[in-house]
């Protein structure tokens, strides 16, 4: 940030009185601008046992295989953003059954929050976001193409979990792998 969105006068990056993080402030009318955390809201729908996946046609991970997942908008809840991406990226309509995960992700500000889902019907195709969408068997899914790191830790503690059928709410964090 550069620029005040209320006065557009120049920012500055400092410690505001009465704060302990620098934040972008204007000198001129004082406006502090917060930078917070994006919060991603997404699901793991499921048909007769299978997952619907959605192969990404934008970057990041273009051409990769992911669950239905984006930011979340302003005045909608964590739900309504998990089933508005599902339909935006599956054209799927499902019904959330509880949150599953929670990951924090620091090292790119964002906090994803996965439900547990199901397709309300076999209908879907993909979205404008999305190149296919196809319902993946746990024996098929294309794990070396999976898009995120969230999303392998989450479908492979789901499968973990689904023979016992009982699924209980996590939270972990991704750290970044070092090459």
């Known amino acids: ?9 120049p920012v500055a990056i ?10 972008h402030v ?3 009318c004082g406006e502090i601008h917060y930078q917070n ?4 809201a997404g699901c793991i729908p499921e048909w007769n046992g299978r997952i619907l996946l959605c192969r990404r046609a ?9 669950i239905p997942a984006g930011f979340m908008e302003n005045s909608e809840t964590i739900e309504q953003a ?13 019904e959330i059954s509880g ?23 076999s209908e879907f195709a993909p979205g404008i976001e999305s190149l296919e969408t196809a319902l993946f068997a746990e024996e098929d899914i294309p794990w070396s193409d999976i898009a995120f790191p969230v999303v392998v830790q989450a479908l492979q503690r789901f499968f973990a979990d689904r023979p ?6 996590f939270v972990d964090t991704i750290v970044p792998v070092k090459r």
């Open 1 to 9: 940030m550069k620029f005040c969105s209320q006065c557009a006068s």
């Open 14 to 23: 400092r410690i505001p009185d009465g704060d302990t993080m620098e934040r």
């Open 26 to 28: 204007c000198d001129a």
């Open 37 to 40: 955390p994006k919060i991603v």
């Open 58 to 66: 934008i970057e990041p991970r273009h051409g990769l295989w992911t």
């Open 82 to 94: 998990a089933m508005r991406e599902t339909y935006e990226e599956a054209c799927a309509r499902v």
């Open 99 to 121: 949150l599953y995960a929670i990951f924090n992700i620091p090292h790119v500000s964002q906090v994803y929050m996965i439900f547990r889902a199901e397709l309300l019907n």
């Open 164 to 169: 016992g059928d009982h699924f209980p709410p």
